[in-house]
């Protein structure tokens, strides 16, 4: 079945690097997703790769896959407190089905 | 160019009332799609629309309903009501092919008491 998983949870301090993971169980899955959602929000679409990509850079995100550990990865360089939200993984499992996705993880900046 | 609107922002309503929502999705986006975000349950898909057809369907009671105008405009309906309807509804609009990339709106948040 379909299931994406997140931990729930991250803190880190300005200036760190954050990395939220991201594991998802449909091989088949073409593209892979990441969002943000502040307070009282709709979700923002921070970046996606595609299936057959290793990794994707977008200023200070990058996005790792692993297709083998079905294991995906966001990496915030330099974490400013506007960061702050909840961040969601999510897979389309092919071309023509709905987005599935995680429970999110609520990262937390301190200052 | 503007992103996707939906109407009303806060909406309460009683057990037993039915609501309708709005969505106007980003200008030349031909799909929406419609969540509902909860904290227990998360983001659960409700459907897809593409063209005015249903292309997608959630594992959602047929209390919910929805449908899409030739303007790609899109509108889902709750009817009979419960409290555990209680959600932000999220709607999302995309070309689709090839990435498939969906753009949320801001989300009608309703409560049901």
């Known amino acids: 079945g379909e299931d994406v998983e997140q931990s729930l949870f991250l803190s880190v301090r300005e200036g760190d690097s954050s990395v939220i993971n991201c594991t998802y169980t449909?091989?088949?899955?073409?593209?892979l997703y990441w969002y943000k959602q502040e307070p009282g929000a709709g979700l923002q679409l921070l970046t996606y790769?595609?299936?057959?990509?290793d990794m994707k850079q977008d200023q200070r995100l990058t996005v790792l896959l692993n297709k083998k550990d079905k294991h995906l990865s966001l990496r915030i360089a330099d974490t400013q407190t506007g960061d702050s939200a909840i961040y969601f993984c999510a897979e389309r499992p092919s071309g023509n089905t709905p987005l599935v996705f995680g429970k999110g993880t609520r990262l937390s900046v301190i200052a | 160019k503007a992103g996707v609107t939906q109407t009303p922002r806060y909406l309460i309503k009683t057990r037993g009332q039915q609501v309708t929502l709005s969505c106007s999705p980003i200008?030349?986006?031909?799909?929406v799609s419609w969540y509902q975000q909860t904290p227990g349950q998360g983001l659960q898909f409700l459907f897809e629309y593409f063209s005015e057809t249903q292309r997608n369907k959630g594992n959602f009671p047929g209390r919910f309903s929805g449908r899409q105008f030739s303007n790609s405009r899109s509108e889902m309906n709750v009817s009979t009501l419960e409290l555990g309807d209680s959600a932000l509804y999220l709607c999302a609009s995309s070309f689709r092919e090839p990435s498939y990339e969906q753009y949320f709106g801001p989300g009608t948040r309703l409560t049901v008491t």
């Open positions: 449909d091989s088949s899955s073409t593209y």
């Open positions: 790769i595609f299936s057959n990509m």
């Open positions: 200008s030349g986006h031909r799909s």
